[in-house]
């Protein structure tokens, strides 16, 4: 069955970086476009990126281009989101999607910008 794990979150002042990981299985990884959304405390779940199944293209939402950078490595079944200059705004739940038919969506992985 579709896998999407999510990893990397934690806490980190404004003004720095973390690393997201979303882990995929279940499906030919490759083979489909992956998106990233984020849920803010009190707020609709928001997208945040999406990639091209091949990694060729890219799309950001206005408030975190220039920021975040979305990448996938389809050897690792394994999709990224490099968050910098992060500001108190970006604290959320962020979750990773798929959709192939149905919706897939991890269990998220909680961003607190804080200092």
């Known amino acids: 069955q579709v896998q999407l794990v999510e990893s990397g979150g934690g806490l980190v002042q404004p003004g720095g970086s973390l690393r997201l990981s979303c882990a995929a299985s279940g499906f030919t990884f490759s083979s489909y476009a992956m998106s990233w959304y984020r849920q803010a405390p009190g707020k609709e779940r928001e997208v945040v990126a999406g990639?091209?199944?091949?990694?060729?293209?890219?799309a950001y939402a206005d408030s975190v281009k220039g920021r975040f950078t979305i990448s996938r490595d389809n050897a690792k079944n394994t999709m990224y989101l490099q968050m910098n200059s992060l500001k108190p705004e970006d604290t959320a739940v962020y979750y990773c999607?798929?959709?192939?038919?149905?919706?897939?969506w991890g269990k998220g992985t909680l961003v607190t910008v804080s200092s």
């Open positions: 990639i091209s199944s091949t990694g060729g293209s890219t």
């Open positions: 999607y798929l959709t192939m038919g149905m919706n897939y």
